[in-house]
């Protein structure tokens, strides 16, 4: 088994994976009927993503799609500690989701020449999905930013908890640098100055103030991560636990 | 000092299912304005591979006949068959007639 390979699937698997069931919490609870919809359709293209990672990283290991999803314990997730953090307010949700989609647009339109085709493949399909899902997250932003106090007030509260989970999105190890060489994984240092000034485009217009160089938190790519993601896993994981290999 | 409104107003959207049809009225929408309303009938509307155009309208702005004046307006075509071209034979193979 590809050991590097296998990793790096897992990495960006289950950044899709815990983000798609965070969003998917908003099912039924959506501000309003358009919003429910838009941030589920989120979800659902996020999740898809997901599957076929999870399935990816499956085959590396004779493993079915839904135990890698399921029947893992929270220190084998190498998600980013972003995108496990809750829901919060709307407006916490929008700007996980900015600087998520921030990333990942970039990333996945470099994905697209990976010598993987597997990951080559995902990326094409991805990097449409992902374009609308930054333009409908970065168009939020700039609504909640420059919209009324309150929804200013509560989009600064959102970038307090959360700006420091922001610089993990840009880890790299001896995996990375591995695949890196061998054409296949994205080298994020590309990514970082892009992030930059998708997110300095977008606060500028939100009026709202890139903050301070401070603590930056990380540990996810470790498998250590926030207190927050064994309690998704445990509803997540439901069902696999109790009625293993349950299909439908 | 005006009220604040607290309703985003209501649009109309017409989608396009194909290339050489018409738009077509699918439903309504609250949207606080015309790139909200088009993002969110792309995800109200074309979840399911509907439309490759869509269309809004601000309800506002669509005026419409009176229903209570159906007879006056509609009832005199009734009876001016000759004004249908059901006498032509339609080639085969010529499709949305």
Redesign the interface.
């Known amino acids: 088994m590809n050991k590097e390979l296998y990793e790096y699937v897992l990495r960006m698997g289950d950044d899709s994976l815990i983000l798609g069931q965070r969003l998917g919490e908003w099912c039924g609870h959506g501000p309003i009927l358009e919003e429910d919809i838009a941030l589920t359709n989120v979800a659902l293209d996020i999740l898809g993503q997901a599957r076929i990672l999870m399935d990816y990283a499956g085959k590396l290991t004779n493993k079915k799609e839904d135990e890698v999803a399921f029947l893992r314990e929270e220190w084998d997730y190498k998600n980013v500690l972003l995108v496990e953090q809750p829901n919060g307010d709307f407006a916490q949700t929008i700007l996980r989701q900015f600087f998520f989609d921030a990333f990942r647009l970039p990333f996945f339109k470099e994905l697209q020449n990976s010598k993987d085709e597997t990951l080559s493949g995902l990326a094409l399909k991805a990097v449409k999905e992902t374009t609308y899902h930054l333009q409908h997250s970065s168009n939020w932003v700039i609504r909640l930013g420059d919209g009324t106090d309150e929804s200013h007030q509560r989009l600064e509260t959102a970038l307090e908890d959360l700006w420091m989970f922001t610089s993990e999105l840009f880890y790299a190890d001896e995996v990375d640098t591995k695949l890196v060489n061998e054409g296949i994984a994205v080298d994020v240092n590309k990514i970082k100055p892009i992030w930059d000034a998708k997110v300095s485009e977008v606060f500028a217009q939100a009026k709202l103030q890139i903050p301070e160089e401070g603590w930056m938190q990380k540990g996810g790519r470790e498998g250590k991560h926030t207190e927050h993601l064994g309690f998704l896993l445990s509803e997540m994981q439901y069902m696999q636990r109790a009625y293993p290999g349950c299909e439908w | 000092m005006s009220e604040i409104k607290k309703e985003?107003p209501l649009w109309e959207v017409f989608i396009r299912s194909k290339q050489g049809l018409s738009h077509k009225h699918v439903g309504s929408?609250?949207?606080?304005d015309a790139?909200?309303a088009i993002?969110?009938a792309?995800?109200?509307y074309t979840?399911r591979s509907e439309g490759i155009s869509i269309w809004v309208v601000e309800s506002v702005n669509v005026h419409a006949s009176n229903p209570t004046e159906q007879g006056p307006m509609f009832e005199p075509s009734d009876d001016k068959v000759y004004r249908h071209p059901t006498f032509y034979e339609v080639p085969e193979g010529v499709g949305h007639m």
């Open positions: 985003w929408l609250r949207a606080a790139k909200m993002e969110n792309r995800d109200v979840r």
